[in-house]
């Protein structure tokens, strides 16, 4: 007789982050597969009609009773990141943009004012600024590195603060404790962007309220599916945001949920080495003559080093840098780069440069890029997983 006892079952809480991002979220059907099962089903049976009742009832929360609210895979990807992110509740989205849309839509009503930084991701700025006050919402940007102008704004009461930090493309960091304080003061809840500094920053920690992620950058980190994610309480995920996702059906496809299911194993060890050698590239370029500035939270010459020291513990895995010689000679670095990409994407495992002005932020007026310091010079970076010294040499010669 073997004296083998089984062991206790595993308490994931007590989980470290790496061990969070590989175990996380995993239900093994009957066939034990080592790999998360994925199910592409958009619907489930019942054994008896009872059964399905008590599902609707929502008495059986063991119960699948449709994809569109969900789905095992899904279900997995979601308690995955939120174990991750030291979340009470998570929901996955189809893309990031579907995920900032009904982190906001699924609170807001005609009346409500909404205050959000400047310095915000294309289409974050345009809900805001566009689809917002076409429902009745009120809503004013800032400058997030400016705490006068958010107690300005937050003197009146507001319903929600949106942010993002370190900002897209320029890397302003914002200071979450110091702006959680006066949001809370106006009665908001705090919404943060943390796709920059996603395993750097846990803004929950920081006192806000919820955070929404694009899947697709540095969670999928491979270039392969889109998707996001809204994390917050359990009270806020399942009281309003969920109603608003569940009826009008932003919903993660399974088999995207089970790419990223994998992309997430492998996120910490991504994110670790490629701010590593993002911050080596940092101060590589900050030596070079051509080059007029460098912007990267990690760097002492970040205008906001001492913030990012507080809430980041590394300075993530973007920088921008601005080339002497403006918009010509920003195009002449990304056309001599060999091994990194001129794309838009980021997050991605291979290297990826762009230039903001022309590209993701052309949609801008001249002198609502000038305010938020994206000059014709400017290059943003995203660093990716390829050897270290072979993206300095390629930096080093198109910098040259
Ligand atoms: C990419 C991105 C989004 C939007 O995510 P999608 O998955 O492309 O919809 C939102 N915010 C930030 C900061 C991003 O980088």
């Known amino acids: 007789m073997s004296d083998r006892k089984k062991p206790a079952k595993a308490d994931p809480s007590q ?9 996380g979220g995993l239900d093994r059907t009957k066939h034990r597969e080592t790999s998360e099962a994925l199910f592409l089903t958009s619907g489930y049976v019942y054994d008896e009609a009872e059964e399905a009742e008590r ?12 994809s569109r609210f969900g789905n095992p895979t899904v279900a997995a990807f979601e308690e995955r ?4 992110e030291g979340a009470e509740a998570c929901r996955a989205t189809a893309t990031g943009m579907a995920a900032v849309f009904a982190s906001l839509m699924c609170q807001v009503r005609a009346g409500d004012r909404v205050v959000a930084s400047r310095a915000l991701f294309g289409s974050c700025h345009f809900i805001i600024s566009d689809l917002l006050p076409r429902y009745g919402v009120e809503t004013q940007f800032v400058d997030g590195t400016d705490l006068d102008q958010w107690q300005a704004a937050l003197t009146k009461p507001a319903r929600a ?9 320029m890397l302003d960091v914002i200071d979450l404790k110091a702006v959680v304080a006066l949001a809370q003061r106006a009665g908001a809840r705090v919404v943060v962007d943390n796709v920059f500094a996603i395993g750097a920053q846990r803004p929950l920690d920081l006192g806000a309220d919820v955070v929404v992620y694009s899947a697709t950058k540095h969670i999928d980190g491979q270039g392969r599916t889109l998707g996001g994610a809204v994390l917050g ?13 569940r009826h009008t059906g932003p919903a993660m496809s399974p088999f995207n949920a089970w790419v990223l299911v994998k992309g997430l194993e492998t996120l910490s060890l991504r994110l670790d080495a490629q701010c590593q050698t993002a911050l080596r590239l940092a ?10 500035r460098v912007y990267y939270p990690g760097l002492d010459s970040h205008p906001q080093a001492a913030i990012a020291r507080q809430q980041m513990k590394s300075g993530g895995s973007l920088l921008a840098f601005a080339m002497k010689g403006g918009k010509k000679a920003a195009f002449a670095v990304l056309d001599a780069l060999n091994l990194v990409d001129i794309s838009n994407n980021l997050g991605d495992s ?4 762009c230039h903001p002005a022309t590209t993701t932020h052309q949609r801008l007026k001249p002198e609502e890029r000038q305010e938020l310091g994206i000059t014709d010079g400017v290059i943003r970076l995203s660093v990716g997983l390829e050897d270290a010294d072979d ?7 198109a910098t040259a």
Do not use: C, G, I
């Open 55 to 66: 599902a609707f009832a929502a008495k059986d929360s063991t119960r699948f009773v449709y």
């Open 391 to 397: 993206l300095e040499a390629d930096l080093t010669r």
């Open 15 to 23: 989980w470290r982050p790496r061990t969070r991002l590989v175990r």
């Open 350 to 353: 291979k290297s990826l440069a």
């Open 81 to 84: 990141l939120r174990m991750f």
């Open 161 to 169: 603060v949106f942010l993002e930090t370190p900002s897209n493309p």
């Open 233 to 245: 309480r359990r009270e806020f995920v399942e009281t309003e945001l969920q109603p608003f996702l």
């Open 283 to 292: 101060k590589r370029l900050e030596t070079r003559a051509k080059v007029a």
